[in-house]
């Protein structure tokens, strides 16, 4: 699956962590910000409208050195994305 970003979240990095913010009606609703850390921050990323899941599954399993059972857990950080509105299935 395909995922991209919605327009209404506004992302800023800072150092190794992203922060979200969504803004509804020009204005951030303060009450919900996300702090992405390093490699929620790195997903955030790799979500770009052309990369499957499996590719960035993939991309996190090798930057990470990760084990191979990475997938349910990025798999649950997208939902989560997916879940608060900040990104959509294309």
Known sequence: ???VKDESIVS????EEVILVPVRNNVADMD???VLN????RIWEL???????GEIIEIIRD???SPPDVEGDVMGF???????GAIRAM
């Open 1 to 3: 699956m395909i995922y």
């Open 12 to 15: 800023r990095r800072l150092d």
């Open 32 to 34: 919900s910000i996300y």
């Open 38 to 41: 390093e490699v929620g921050s």
């Open 47 to 53: 979500i770009d409208g052309k990369r499957d899941s």
């Open 63 to 65: 930057e990470y050195d």
């Open 78 to 84: 997208i939902a989560d994305l997916e879940r608060i």
